[in-house]
C-alpha cells in the first residue's frame, strides 16, 4: 500500500487534513489509503487495481467513476468542509446528456476498491472518505457503500443515500435514508471486515436520473474511530423541543436587527419538516427538512418576506477549563448556496469575538451545486482549541441578502475528556423537557441517572410534583402541568439525603392557543359551522365567538366547533377570542374568518373551506374535468395542495386563509405542446343570476404561467349550463407558438396594428370580471377555469369565488390621472437610497418588448420583458444581466415615487388605479399610504407583491405578473394630506424590474372636480389655460425655447470676415490685422476662436489647425454650422461684438 501524503498545493493543505494530523492519536495501523494523486488516467486507476463496474448496461453512458473530472467540478469536502486537494473519483450524472437510467432497473455506476487484506485487523476496523453526493432534488438516484468479504460475490450495506423523489422503486426515499452528503464519511466496518483477508469497498451511483454527481478523497482504512466525543457533558443535549432556550443568544448583526422567525427559531415557518407532513415524498420540490426530528433550529431564508440575514446562534458560555479535549456535537440539515455563508464558529472569550477560521463552512470552495437535494449529517468535531478555555461558545452563523435557501441544527451537545472533569454536574445530568404535547395535554421530562445516585424530586415552578423517584427512573410526564403561563421544571438528585445536583429545564409553556379557524357555509340550510384546532390548558372562562362585531355565543375551552345560522343575505365575519384569563396567553386572538350567504345581488360564493377532499368538492357540484387526453397525474384541479403551495394573494397581495383551490402543473409533470389540445379544467357549480343586470366575477388568484412556458390560462363563462362558453380572462406563455391563441403585446390606437389588448404573463392578486354579458338574466351560469396545454409549466390557483351585481369601477369623481406620457411629472416626487437607478419615465434597458423590437414574440429575453403599456411608462429596473438580455447601467436598490398630495378631507370612500407589471424577484415591491403629506407611511401596504401568498420569486428564476387594479384604500378617506408610493427596496441587487402605468385616484363624495385646464401653447396666440396670459407672456412659456430673450449681440465664433463660414480667409484675416495692418474684426468675439478673451496670433493657428489638422472646433457659439449665439458669460471679457451680419 501507498504511504499516506498530505496533498498540499500552493503551500496549502487541506484543513481538515492538517487538524487530522493534529489532533488524531498516533495510528497503530493504517490498512489501506488512496488520494488518486499517482493517476494520469484511468488506465492507471485500474492498474492499481481499482474496478469501474457499469451495472446492467447502464443508459448513462458517461457517468462512470473517473479521476479525469470530466464535469470540472470542485473537489469534495474534507472534515471541515474546506474542499481536497488534486485528483479526485468521481461519478458525474449531469455532465451528459438528459439521457436517463431508469428506475428499477437495476443500472448502476459502481467501482471497487483494491483487494484489502484485513486478516490482521483484529479489534477494529474504519472506513474514512472526504465525499460530495448531489443527488438532485427531484432525482431518483441512490448512493450507496458497501462491503465484501469476499472478493465481490455478495455486499452488505454499511452507507445509503437516497434522492428525495425516488418513490417508484426500492429503496424508496424516507426520513432514514433521504439527502445528499456534504463532509467526511466516518463509517465503522469492523464486523463485516476485521479478520478478514479479501475486503473490498464498493461505492455505488444507482439508477442516476440525469441527476448530478457523486465524489470521493483521500480514502482510508486504519483501526482509528471517527470523532466519537468525550466521556463528560461540558453542555447537555439540546433538542430545541421548548425553542430555543433562553441561555442561549440569538444575535443578528444584519442593518436592521431581525427577530422572530426573520433570524434562527424553532417555529418552522415555511413548513420545512416533511415529518410533520406525514414523512410523505417528495416534499416542497425536494427541498423539505427530511431527516431532523421536530422541533429544530432553523434559519429559512428562503420563506418570504426575505430580509438581509447576518444571524449567530449562540450556545450559552461553557467552561472548558479542565477539558483536554472537546468535541462539538450537533445533527445538520441544509439546503446549501454559495449566496449565503453557512459556517460554525467558535469563540474562546464568551462570544466577544470568533476565531478566524471556522470550525466548518459550506463555502470554502468545495464542490456542490446550490439549490440542489438537501445535506444531512450528524457531525462530532474535535475542538483542540477550545481545550483549557473557561469561556466557549459555539455558533451557527449564517449571512446573506436574502431569500437565500435554509439551515436546520438539532441535537447540539458538547463533550470532552480531563482528568479534572467531574460528570456530577447539570450538563451531564441533562434534565430536559420534551415541550408541551397538546394532545395528552402534558409535559415529558428526561435526564440521566449517573452512577451514586439513589431517588430523584420533579418540580414545577418551586412545587414538588413527583417526591421519591427511584434512582433508575429517567423520564416523567407530568399530566396536569399548570395554566395560565411559563413554567419552569427542577430535578434535585439526592446519594442517600445528601443533595447532589439540582438543574433546570427550559421554561416551557405548557398550552396550545386555537389556530385555524374556518367557516364553512352550507347554502342549502343556511348554517355556517366554524371549527378550529382547539387551544389546550388555556385558562380561562370560555371561547366567546362574535359575528359582525356583536357576541353570538360561548363555547366551553376545550370545545372545537359552533354552528349558526344565517336567515339574510349578506357577508359575516366571525371572530373567536378569549373569555376571561390573561389574553397574553395567546397573542395570536382573536382569530377570524368570513362567510358570504348568496341572494339580493350575490349569486355564488365559496371559499373552498367546506371540503376536505376533492371527492367533496365534486360532491358539491364542482367538475373536475381532464380534456384532449390529459392525464390524472396531479395536475388536475384539487383542494388537497399536492405541491404544497402557499396561499392564494388577496386584493391587497396578503395570503387567503385556508382551502384553495390549484391545478399544479409543476407538481404533475404533464407535458403537452401546443396544438395538442389536452387541458386540465373545473367547472363551478350552476347557479342563478336570473335577476341581476350586471354581474361581475371576483377571484383572488396566482396565475405562474413560466416565463419560457406554453400554457393557457382561460376563465369562460357560460349561461347555459355549459354548452357554450364565451371567454372573459386569458394569459397566454410568453414562449408560446405554433397554434392560437399566441402571445400578444399591449398595442395603443398610435401604434400598426392597434388598438389591441395584451394577454400575456402571470397574474396576482384579485381578480374582478365582468360577466354581464354571457351571465345577466340567466338562471344556469357557470364559468369554467381551464389549464390548457401545459408544459411541465407552474400553477393556477384561486380562492375566494364570488359572483354579483358588484362592479369594480372606482370612485364617481377622478382626483389624480397620470399616463407618465412625456415622462413622470413635475409634481411627483422621486427618491433613490444611492440615485444610481431610480424611478425612471424613460425606458432606457428597454425592458419593454414594444420599445425593444416593437412587440414581438418570441421574447428572447426568456420570456422575462415588460409586455404590457404604450411606450412611455414609470419603471424601476434591472441591473447588466447578460441572461435577462436587458442593457441597464445600474441595478434599482431602494427606490421610491410619490405622488403629489392629495386632500381627501371630504371624501368618503378613496380608489388606487394602476396598471402594473413586475419580474418578480426577492426585491420588495409594494404600494405604500402616506397620512402625512409622504413624511411616515403606514405600516400595512395598500398593496404588496413581497408577501406569503405565492408566486414564483427566485433570483435567476422569476416569472413575471401584470394586472389592471382597482384597490380600495379606505384608511385614506376624509384625510387631508394623502400620498401614495410606490416602493421598491432591491438589497440583493437582483435582476428585475417594476413598471406602472395609468395611475389613478378616484373617490366618492365631496365636491365634483372639474377637468384639469389645458396646458398653455406658445406659439398660438391664444390664451389656452385661461390665466388672461397667452404665449411667451405666460410664465407657464418661460422656459420655451422660442421665448427666450438673448443676451447681447449673437454670432458665430471663427468668421472674423463676416462671410458666413470658417476658412482659411478668416485665419488669415486674424494674422493680417494682427501683423500688417489689415482690417479690424467687426466682432471681436468671432475673432477670438479660443475664447481667452484677446485676439492673438493663437486664434489664426487656432483655425488653422481646425480646419487642416483635426483641431478643436471653435468654441460656443460654434461654426456656421450651429445657430449662432451670445458670448457665453464665463469667462467674461471685454471684447465685444459691433456687429456681425452672417446669422441669417
Not at 450524472?93 to 485487523?121: K, N, R, V, Y
Not at 464486523?191 to 478478514?196: H, K, M, R
Not at 454536574?425 to 435526564?447: H, I, K, L, Q, Y
Not at 406569503?948 to 387594479?965: I, K, P, Q, S, W
Request: proline share 6%; net charge negative.
Amino acid at each position: 500500500m501507498r504511504a499516506y501524503i498530505a496533498k498540499c498545493f500552493c503551500g496549502l493543505c487541506s484543513m481538515a487534513l492538517v487538524l487530522s494530523l493534529l489532533t488524531a492519536p498516533l495510528r497503530a495501523d493504517v490498512f489501506f489509503e488512496d488520494d488518486f494523486e499517482m493517476y494520469f488516467d484511468d488506465v492507471d486507476l485500474e492498474d492499481e487495481g481499482w474496478r469501474v463496474v457499469e451495472v446492467a448496461n447502464p443508459i448513462e453512458i458517461s457517468t462512470f467513476w473517473t479521476v479525469l473530472n470530466p464535469g470540472g467540478r470542485a473537489n469534495p469536502p474534507g472534515e471541515d468542509g474546506a474542499p481536497s486537494a488534486g485528483n479526485f473519483l468521481i461519478s458525474d450524472s449531469d455532465q451528459g446528456d438528459a439521457s436517463s437510467d431508469e428506475t428499477g432497473s437495476g443500472m448502476s455506476h459502481d467501482i471497487w476498491s483494491p483487494e484489502i487484506d484485513l486478516f490482521d485487523a483484529k479489534e477494529s476496523v474504519w472506513l474514512h472518505f472526504d465525499c460530495a453526493a448531489i443527488l438532485n432534488n427531484n432525482g431518483k438516484c441512490v448512493f450507496d457503500v458497501d462491503v465484501s468479504i469476499n472478493g465481490g460475490e455478495t455486499w452488505q450495506n454499511v452507507f445509503r443515500r437516497v434522492a428525495p423523489a425516488r418513490i417508484e422503486a426500492e429503496p424508496f426515499a424516507s426520513t432514514e435514508n433521504s439527502d445528499g452528503y456534504f463532509g467526511r464519511i466516518h463509517l465503522d466496518i469492523t464486523d463485516i471486515a476485521s479478520g478478514q483477508a479479501e475486503v473490498i469497498i464498493r461505492w455505488r451511483h444507482f439508477e442516476p436520473h440525469w441527476d448530478w454527481w457523486i465524489a470521493i478523497d483521500n480514502v482510508l482504512i486504519d483501526d482509528v474511530a471517527g470523532p466519537q466525543g468525550g466521556e463528560v457533558f461540558l453542555l447537555g443535549l439540546q433538542d430545541f423541543a421548548a425553542g430555543i432556550p433562553a441561555e442561549w443568544e440569538i444575535m443578528s448583526l444584519a442593518e436592521v436587527p431581525n427577530e422572530g422567525t426573520e433570524t434562527w427559531h424553532t417555529t418552522d415557518k415555511g413548513s420545512r419538516s416533511v415529518i410533520e407532513n406525514g414523512g410523505v415524498f417528495p416534499y416542497q420540490d425536494g427541498h423539505g427538512v427530511h431527516r431532523l426530528e421536530p422541533p429544530f433550529a432553523i434559519l429559512d431564508s428562503d420563506a418570504d418576506p426575505d430580509p438581509i440575514e447576518d444571524e449567530y446562534l449562540m450556545t450559552p458560555v461553557i467552561d472548558c477549563s479542565e477539558a483536554e479535549e472537546v468535541y462539538l456535537h450537533y445533527k445538520d440539515e441544509i439546503w446549501a448556496t454559495d449566496g449565503a455563508v453557512q459556517e460554525v464558529l467558535f469563540s474562546i472569550d464568551g462570544g466577544a469575538s470568533f476565531e478566524p477560521v471556522p470550525l466548518f463552512s459550506y463555502n470554502l470552495g468545495a464542490g456542490f451545486d446550490p439549490g440542489e437535494d438537501p445535506f444531512y449529517a450528524e457531525r462530532v468535531i474535535s475542538v483542540p482549541a477550545a481545550s483549557f478555555e473557561s469561556k466557549v461558545v459555539f455558533a451557527w452563523h449564517y449571512q446573506s441578502g436574502g431569500n437565500q435557501y435554509w439551515w436546520a441544527i438539532d441535537d447540539v451537545h458538547v463533550t470532552g475528556t480531563g482528568e479534572g472533569l467531574d460528570s456530577l454536574n447539570c450538563a451531564n445530568r441533562n434534565f430536559r423537557t420534551e415541550g408541551f404535547d397538546p394532545n395528552a395535554a402534558s409535559v415529558t421530562m428526561r435526564w440521566n441517572v449517573l452512577d451514586g445516585d439513589t431517588r430523584h424530586e420533579l418540580l414545577a415552578n418551586g412545587d414538588v410534583i413527583a417526591g421519591d423517584l427511584a434512582a433508575d427512573v429517567e423520564t416523567y410526564t407530568d399530566e396536569s402541568p399548570p395554566a395560565g403561563g411559563a413554567v419552569t421544571y427542577s430535578i434535585r438528585s439526592y446519594a442517600g439525603d445528601e443533595l447532589r445536583t439540582e438543574c433546570e429545564a427550559s421554561p416551557v409553556e405548557p398550552r396550545r392557543c386555537p389556530a385555524d379557524l374556518s367557516c364553512c357555509y352550507d347554502i342549502a340550510t343556511g348554517e355556517v359551522t366554524l371549527s378550529w384546532l382547539n387551544g389546550v390548558n388555556v385558562e380561562g372562562r370560555s371561547w366567546r365567538i362574535r359575528r359582525n362585531g356583536i357576541p353570538r355565543t360561548s363555547v366551553a375551552l376545550d370545545g372545537d366547533t359552533y354552528t349558526d345560522r344565517i336567515t339574510r343575505p349578506g357577508v359575516y365575519e366571525y371572530t373567536l377570542e378569549l373569555n376571561g384569563g390573561n389574553a397574553a396567553q395567546c397573542p395570536g386572538l382573536p382569530l377570524s374568518c368570513s362567510v358570504v350567504a348568496t341572494g339580493e345581488g350575490i349569486a355564488f360564493y365559496d371559499d373552498f373551506e367546506c371540503y376536505a377532499d376533492d371527492a367533496n368538492l365534486t360532491d358539491a357540484g364542482w367538475e373536475l374535468v381532464l380534456s384532449g387526453g390529459a392525464p390524472e397525474d396531479g395536475s388536475q384541479f384539487s383542494v388537497e395542495n399536492p405541491g404544497g403551495r402557499g396561499n392564494t394573494p388577496t386584493e391587497n397581495g396578503q395570503p387567503s386563509q385556508g382551502k384553495f383551490l390549484i391545478s399544479d402543473n409543476d407538481f404533475g409533470g404533464a407535458d403537452f405542446s401546443p396544438g395538442s389540445g389536452g387541458s386540465f379544467d373545473i367547472v363551478s357549480p350552476g347557479f342563478s343570476c336570473a335577476d341581476m343586470a350586471e354581474v361581475w366575477l371576483h377571484l383572488d388568484a396566482s396565475i405562474v404561467l413560466n416565463n419560457n412556458g406554453t400554457c393557457v390560462v382561460d376563465i369562460d363563462v357560460s349561461g347555459d349550463g355549459g354548452d357554450n362558453w364565451a371567454n372573459v380572462f386569458r394569459r397566454v406563455g410568453a414562449a408560446r407558438a405554433g397554434a392560437d391563441p399566441l402571445p400578444q403585446v399591449d398595442l395603443s390606437e398610435d401604434e400598426p396594428g392597434g388598438p389591441r389588448e395584451g394577454n400575456s404573463d402571470g397574474f396576482y392578486g384579485r381578480l374582478h370580471l365582468d360577466i354581464s354579458e354571457t351571465a345577466a338574466n340567466e338562471d344556469n351560469v357557470k364559468f369554467r377555469i381551464r389549464h390548457f396545454e401545459p408544459s411541465w409549466d407552474w400553477w393556477v390557483s384561486i380562492d375566494n369565488v364570488q359572483v354579483d351585481s358588484v362592479p369594480s369601477s372606482g370612485g364617481e369623481h377622478l382626483l389624480l390621472e397620470t399616463d407618465f406620457n412625456g415622462g413622470i411629472p413635475d409634481d411627483w416626487d422621486i427618491e433613490s437610497v444611492d440615485n444610481l437607478a431610480p424611478w425612471s419615465g424613460v425606458d432606457s434597458s428597454p425592458i419593454s418588448l414594444l420599445n425593444h423590437n416593437g412587440g414581438l414574440f418570441p421574447d428572447e429575453a426568456d420570456g422575462r420583458r415588460l409586455h404590457y403599456f404604450d411606450r412611455e411608462f414609470a419603471n424601476v429596473s434591472c441591473g447588466n444581466d447578460p441572461e435577462l438580455g436587458l442593457d441597464c447601467i445600474n441595478r434599482a436598490g431602494n427606490e421610491t415615487l410619490m405622488t403629489p398630495p392629495l386632500d381627501l378631507s371630504e371624501r368618503t370612500a378613496v380608489y388606487l388605479h394602476v396598471r402594473s407589471s413586475i419580474l418578480m424577484t426577492s426585491a420588495t415591491a409594494e404600494i405604500l399610504l402616506s397620512l402625512d403629506g409622504g413624511e411616515t407611511f403606514e405600516e400595512e401596504p395598500v398593496f404588496s407583491y413581497s408577501t406569503e401568498a405565492d408566486f414564483l420569486r427566485a433570483d435567476g428564476n422569476a416569472e413575471v405578473a401584470h394586472g389592471d387594479y382597482i384597490l380600495p384604500v379606505a384608511a385614506a378617506a376624509g384625510q387631508p394630506d394623502v400620498v401614495f408610493a410606490f416602493h421598491f427596496d432591491n438589497p440583493n441587487q437582483s435582476a428585475g424590474w417594476w413598471a406602472i402605468d395609468d395611475v389613478t385616484i378616484s373617490a366618492d363624495g365631496g365636491p365634483v372636480v372639474g377637468p384639469p385646464p389645458a396646458d398653455e401653447i406658445c406659439d398660438n396666440g391664444e390664451d389656452d389655460d385661461d390665466d388672461g396670459l397667452a404665449d411667451c407672456d405666460d410664465p407657464d412659456c418661460e422656459a420655451d425655447a422660442g421665448c427666450q430673450v438673448v443676451k447681447g449681440p449673437v454670432f458665430n465664433r471663427g468668421d472674423p470676415d463676416d462671410n458666413g463660414s470658417v476658412q482659411l480667409t478668416d485665419g488669415i484675416f486674424i494674422l493680417n490685422f494682427l501683423f500688417i495692418g489689415g482690417a479690424a474684426p467687426s466682432c471681436f468675439d468671432s475673432a477670438d476662436a479660443d475664447n481667452n478673451g484677446s485676439v492673438q496670433l493663437t486664434d489664426g493657428i487656432y483655425l488653422l489647425n481646425f480646419l487642416f489638422l483635426g483641431g478643436a472646433a471653435p468654441v460656443e457659439p460654434g461654426t456656421s454650422a450651429s445657430p449662432c449665439g451670445p458670448d457665453p458669460a464665463e469667462p467674461e471679457d471685454a471684447l465685444g461684438c459691433e456687429s456681425y451680419s452672417s446669422c441669417g
